[in-house]
């Protein structure tokens, strides 16, 4: 586990760079994530969605 979560510090920090210097990719990817949890949320309490 440790070295799975080691190997994805790199992307991460692409990724974010990537978000900080694209206004628009930010707002996109944080509508996204926003939307994602309003409709994942209700359905893991309804037990629609396996909790993996």
Do not use: D, E, K, Q
């Amino acid at each position: 586990m440790l070295r799975f979560m080691s190997a994805l510090t790199p992307l991460t920090i692409t990724l974010m760079t990537l978000l900080a210097r694209r206004r628009w990719l930010f707002w996109l990817s944080l509508a996204a994530i926003l939307l994602g949890a309003y409709t994942t949320t209700p359905a893991r309490f309804g037990g629609n969605v396996a909790l993996v």
